[in-house]
């Protein structure tokens, strides 16, 4: 059974900084192109990220590009989301996902909020 | 950048009634669009991909159709589980960007 595992959320104050992580199991992490997305409080989805299959190559968001960076750890199954200069507006649930041809898997997502 | 604009916003509806819900994109996605549902406090649920193929696990009252620009989600006859919201969102390739439409909640009438 595919599962993916966010971690990481929680409380933060403008201008700091946060690592999420997405645990994979159940698949081969390694052939997958994984993405993150996010989804503010009451609002609709918006991609934050993505990452090929060996983490060579990734891209962001307008929105995103320059604060926060994807990698991956295709030896320990994991996913990451370095967050740096968060920003009220990051605040939101970050889910990652798995693409296949669209995004097929997703976790129950993480919480942060960016507030003082 | 691509911008997915979804229709209507809000559309109310009963159980056993035909929905159908609409996205429209800025330039041509080609085939490379898909729909998600979401419902309160759960994580999107892949329906199409394609535009017109279905997920796995997917009920067949559930279709896609639409290329392009113009593209359509329809809900043959609504069951109590289908009220939720759903999105679209293209995949384009070259560089890959994942645009996400706004969203149309579909309600109990």
């Known amino acids: 059974e595919v599962q993916l595992v966010e971690s990481g959320g929680g409380l933060v104050k403008p201008g700091g900084s946060l690592r999420l992580s997405c645990a994979a199991s159940?698949?081969?992490?390694?052939?997958?192109?994984m993405h993150w997305v996010r989804q503010a409080p009451g609002k609709g989805l918006e991609w934050v990220a993505s990452?090929?299959?060996?983490?060579?190559?990734?891209y962001y968001a307008d929105s995103v590009k320059g604060r926060l960076t994807i990698s991956r750890d295709n030896a320990k199954n994991s996913l990451f989301l370095q967050m740096n200069s968060l920003r009220a507006e990051d605040t939101a649930v970050y889910y990652c996902?798995?693409?296949?041809?669209?995004?097929?898997?997703w976790g129950q997502g993480t919480l942060v909020t960016v507030s003082s | 950048e691509i911008v997915m604009t979804q229709s209507p916003a809000t559309l109310s509806m009963s159980p056993g009634e035909r929905a159908t819900l609409s996205c429209r994109a800025s330039?041509?996605?080609?085939?490379?669009l898909a729909w998600y549902q979401q419902k309160p406090g759960q994580a999107p649920r892949l329906l199409i991909y394609?535009?017109?193929t279905r997920a796995t696990g997917i009920p067949a009252r559930f279709s896609g159709s639409g290329s392009g620009t113009e593209f359509t989600l329809t809900i043959s006859s609504l069951q109590s589980e289908d009220f939720a919201v759903y999105y679209c969102?293209?995949?384009?390739?070259?560089?890959?960007?994942?645009?996400f439409g706004q969203g149309s909640k579909l309600e109990i009438k």
């Open positions: 969102q293209q995949y384009n390739n070259g560089p890959p960007m994942y645009t």
């Open positions: 159940g698949f081969t992490f390694s052939s997958y192109s």
């Open positions: 996902a798995r693409e296949e041809i669209g995004l097929e898997y």
């Open positions: 990452i090929s299959h060996t983490g060579r190559d990734f």
């Open positions: 330039q041509s996605v080609s085939y490379n």
């Open positions: 394609g535009a017109s």
